[in-house]
């Protein structure tokens, strides 16, 4: 082959190669405009020539990620200088791009964190670091949590999240203001019901020796005077008496009620039966009077206010001693049940290892469950006192212990059928 012919194959080979690459440049072009890859050209100062350096559709999901992210997102040089600001954080600093980027980042630190920041700063340059500081936007101190991830050797840059804390801070402020008001009226309700225990306390201990100079005259004038007294004389005389009677139970329930709001709490650790044979013991003549039958199981142990249980158990067993149906024979059950679990609806109960469930159930004349709330209520009575005698405190003063208790207590009734009466409290 001659030398002209060798010169024409070489011209011949470049004009394809410079072919070849002029259709990938092409097909290039067109995925940029396309949006399947992204692209950015650096110049080399030992070349006229730019280098294209692209990024693939994957990166380019990433990137369109940090632009449109509601969090400031910043690339800095291990200088602090910054070399990206996406729109977010651009709104954050409330200037423009071209006073953003190419600027020093420590310039939008606030003083007050400057020195705080330079040392995360180091720390991010080995790795990463993240705290909270304050940024200086325009004469605003604007509380921020920073994260910043060192690009190396990728990239000799710092990755930098930003999360503006203004409003979080703002509300966190509110809720700390909101729970010291709370704890401060819970402090003056606190003071005010020890305030209005006391005066119950007093004042139903003042009204008692009056009350017994009444009592007194009563039983004088019953021994020697009632011979001289009418029949309407006579009435007026009985219902003295049994306004004394009720003035009399009145006050001590509101000394149980007081005692059981005011007393000292000290639990011990008790068996249930033992405070419910106290309690039968103390009751025997009403029982035998009514002919009862009490039924009682083994019952837990706990840690409980011994005497305030003892008032507990007391108050409901005298009430189905009274609340009984004429011509049927009371029948009183009172069993109980451990729990190593918080039973399912009862989130009120604290968390605890275990739970007690005393049931306390008789066949008297029950009530209707819509009062099954009111039951509880201070003064609150389903029967006139023609019907049962009573105060309306009782089951006030069971709902206090309960609650002395850390417990809950609830009330299931039909009418003519009898009633059963729900305490669930921690044994410890």
């Known amino acids: 082959m001659t030398e002209k012919g060798a010169s024409r194959d070489r011209l011949i080979e470049r004009i394809q190669e410079l072919e070849i690459r002029l259709e990938e440049s092409n097909q290039l072009v067109n995925a940029i405009k396309s949006g399947e890859v992204d692209a950015f050209a650096i110049n080399n100062n030992s070349n006229a020539e730019s280098e294209i350096f692209t990024l693939q559709s994957g990166d380019h999901a990433f990137r369109v990620l940090i632009e449109e992210i509601g969090e400031g997102a910043l690339n800095v040089t ?94 966190e402020k509110l809720i700390l203001q909101y729970q010291q008001n709370l704890k401060l009226k819970n402090k003056e309700l606190s003071t005010t019901n020890k305030e209005l225990a006391s005066f119950v306390y007093i004042a139903s201990h003042d009204l008692q020796e009056p009350l017994r100079k009444i009592q007194t005259f009563i039983s004088r004038l019953e021994d020697k005077e009632t011979s001289n007294l009418s029949s309407r004389g006579e009435d007026y005389f009985q219902r003295i008496t049994q306004a004394a009677t009720r003035m009399q139970n009145l006050i001590e329930d509101l000394l149980d009620y007081s005692r059981a709001s005011n007393e000292n709490k000290v639990y011990v650790k008790t068996d249930m039966n033992e405070i419910v044979n106290e309690v039968l013991n103390d009751l025997h003549v009403l029982i035998e009077k009514a002919g009862a039958e009490i039924e009682v199981g083994e019952l837990c142990e706990a840690e409980v206010i011994p005497f305030q249980f003892k008032q507990l158990i007391l108050n409901l067993v005298s009430n189905s001693l009274k609340f009984t149906v004429p011509g049927r024979k009371p029948r009183i059950t009172i069993e109980s049940k451990i729990y190593s679990e918080r039973p399912n609806g009862l989130r009120k109960l604290p968390k605890k290892d275990n739970y007690c469930h005393l049931v306390i159930s008789d066949n008297g004349v029950g009530f209707s469950q819509k009062y099954s709330d009111k039951l509880f209520e201070l003064f609150q009575r389903l029967h006139s006192r023609d019907e049962y005698e009573g105060t309306g405190i009782g089951l006030a003063i069971v709902k206090k212990i309960v609650e002395n208790h850390h417990g809950m207590v609830s009330a299931e009734g039909k009418l003519g059928e009898g009633a059963t009466f729900n305490i669930w409290f921690p044994t410890n």
């Open 78 to 171: 291990e200088e602090g200088i910054i070399s990206f600001a996406n729109p977010h954080l651009i709104k954050l600093f409330n200037k423009s791009r071209d006073k953003i980027v190419g600027n020093s980042l420590f310039e939008f630190i606030h003083p007050d964190s400057r020195e705080k920041f330079r040392h995360m700063f180091r720390n991010a340059l080995k790795g990463q670091a993240k705290g909270e500081v304050f940024l200086r936007v325009g004469d605003e101190k604007r509380p921020a949590l920073v994260s910043m991830t060192s690009l190396q050797p990728k990239l000799s840059t710092i990755g930098i999240i930003m999360t503006d804390l203004t409003d979080f801070k703002n509300k």
